[in-house]
């Protein structure tokens, strides 16, 4: 186990915390913070960070076991992930299978309507500007990102990763409404997928019931969040 005391602190977000291992390498800590409308709404429900962070570990394992490379090392219990340090694009790269939350205020779109084929948007990362929705024009103008076939490639591994986790989670009884990803860069100039995989991240609806199993527990107050995140880590480490 590592321990933390003397270990620099890179970077607090809303939900983690970043230290530094050495020159390549990051300890990522969950905490059990929640946060929603740009951190507008707070509050702290004990076991969050531990059950992201394990969901989120076997979410990114299942990625690279497709072929999909990401930033992640080593789940270390209960709530830290060991991973690679990157350079963090200042995106927030969306995933829509089902037609909800932001999409409904912005667009006339009907509740629970399916999109097929699914719809990619890109956000530039800033609460101050409420993470805009960009195009490609905007992202290179921004240097946000560097080139459109880097926004292709984003567009491709977000597909895929869209594919693989809708196929691994349906079986498992639950529907992929969509998510948000991110991306860095490592030392070597690979592009690795980065942060997260959760439900703090993605929406998960039960395949039965239509129950919210995710984030929007929170948002809408709906209650019982933890025993919804719990849960999910069930039906994600299930041998089916
Ligand atoms: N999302 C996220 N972080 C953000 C914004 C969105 O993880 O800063 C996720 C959110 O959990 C959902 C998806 O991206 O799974 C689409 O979110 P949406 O644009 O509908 O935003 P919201 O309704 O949360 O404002």
């Known amino acids: 186990m590592i321990n933390m005391k003397h ?21 990522m ?19 969050k960070g531990a059950l992201n962070a394990e969901i989120s570990a076997k979410l990114l394992e299942l990625m690279e076991d497709n072929g999909i490379p990401t930033h992640f090392i080593e789940y270390q219990k209960p709530n830290r992930h060991v991973a690679k340090k990157v350079e963090i694009l ?3 790269v969306i995933c829509r299978n089902i037609a909800t939350g932001s999409l409904l205020r912005r667009y ?6 399916k999109l097929s084929p699914p719809i990619i948007e890109m956000g530039y990362k800033s609460d101050e500007y409420h993470d805009p929705m960009l195009n490609d024009d905007i992202a290179l103008a921004l240097g946000a990102a560097s080139s459109r076939e880097e926004l292709d490639e984003i567009r491709q591994i977000t597909l895929k990763v869209n594919r693989v986790l809708k196929d691994f989670l349906l079986p498992r009884g639950i529907i992929l409404v969509d998510f948000k990803l991110e991306f860095g860069y490592d030392s070597s100039g690979k592009l690795l997928l980065a942060d997260e995989i959760s439900p703090d991240t993605c929406r998960f609806w039960d395949a039965g ?17 933890v025993e919804y995140y719990e849960e999910v880590k069930r039906r994600i480490l299930s041998q089916i």
Do not use: C, H, N
Not at 7 to 27: F, H, N, P, R
Not at 29 to 47: I, M, P, V
Not at 209 to 225: A, C
């Open 209 to 225: 019931t239509g129950e919210i199993m995710d984030k929007d527990r929170f948002r809408q107050d709906l209650g019982s969040v």
């Open 7 to 27: 270990m620099k602190l890179l970077y607090t977000g809303k939900a983690k915390s970043v230290y530094e291992i050495d020159s390549d390498t990051v300890l």
């Open 108 to 113: 006339p779109f009907k509740a629970g309507q």
């Open 90 to 92: 200042p995106l927030e």
């Open 29 to 47: 800590e969950f905490r059990d913070d929640l946060t929603a409308g740009d951190g507008a709404k707070k509050d702290t429900k004990s076991k």
